[in-house]
């Protein structure tokens, strides 16, 4: 774990209500895993909000990387106001990330709101690996949804909305169609309902895809000191900072 002062490079808003904002931190950029995160100090004084809030990382390049958020709260707002030059300190990599198969495959990564966040980074690795990538996005319109320039352009991107402004209408667990037959291997990244759902909607397609899920716990310390990010999974209580994000969708749901 690094604890760096990172520099602000830019902040751009993303779509309704998300930004992004890239850091310049060598130390912080060296050896991240797609689907980790780091522990952000959202706070002039370091005193306000209290404890740092943990975001996933968006995408790493060489000294450098993205974070991709939605502004919920003080921290959030705070750190969409950050301008070039500005000094942020933070902490990580942090957790344990998803793993890219050792043999070229068919990947689907699928991301509810913003949860799409540590896809992207997913995927610009898994392009440059071999592996054939679709990824999916549901979110509740056209507004809320990551633009297809953010992908690299050998990714197909599927977007569905709740109330079909864009793509198909319902959540994107219902439109899994012809590209969970198709894929090798499945990641996604949202709230615990679309998890519910994915689970019972690939529980008994009999592909034996073992899904990888990074799931969205508030982590008040992001190492495993507070528990206050604690799970039950079928194997008992596990820490989402310390064991996870990274989990097998049916060890949990």
């Given at each position: ?94 957790g344990n990330g998803l793993r890219l198969p050792e043999r070229p495959g068919n990947l689907l990564l ?144």
């Amino acid at each position: 774990m690094i604890i760096e002062t990172a520099t602000v490079l830019s902040t751009e808003r993303a779509y309704e209500g998300v930004f992004v904002t890239w850091f310049q931190a060598p130390g912080l950029s060296a050896n991240v895993e797609p689907g980790q995160f780091v522990m952000v100090h959202c706070s002039d004084e370091g005193v306000d909000p209290l404890f740092a809030r943990a975001f996933s990382y968006h995408r790493v390049e060489k000294d450098r990387f993205a974070l991709l958020y939605q502004v919920v709260g003080k921290g959030s707002g705070w750190l969409a106001e950050r301008q070039r030059g500005d000094m942020v300190r933070m902490y990580g990599p942090l957790g344990n990330g998803l793993r890219l198969p050792e043999r070229p495959g068919n990947l689907l990564l699928i991301g509810g709101g913003v949860g799409i966040a540590p896809m992207v980074d997913m995927a610009e690795r898994a392009v440059a690996a071999g592996h054939q990538v679709v990824a999916m996005m549901g979110a509740r319109t056209s507004e809320h949804l990551l633009p297809a320039s953010a992908w690299p352009r050998e990714v197909e991107y599927v977007t569905v909305t709740e109330d079909g402004s864009a793509g198909p209408k319902g959540f994107v667990t219902q439109h899994l169609g012809k590209y969970q037959e198709w894929a090798s291997k499945i990641y996604a990244c949202g709230p615990n309902p679309m998890f519910i759902a994915l689970a019972d909607a690939l529980r008994w397609n009999g592909r034996r895809q073992q899904p990888e899920i990074l799931m969205e716990e508030n982590m008040p310390c992001g190492w495993g000191m507070c528990y206050g990010c604690a799970i039950f999974t079928k194997h008992g209580v596990r820490l989402c900072c310390k064991d996870g994000p990274r989990f097998n969708l049916f060890d949990v749901f």
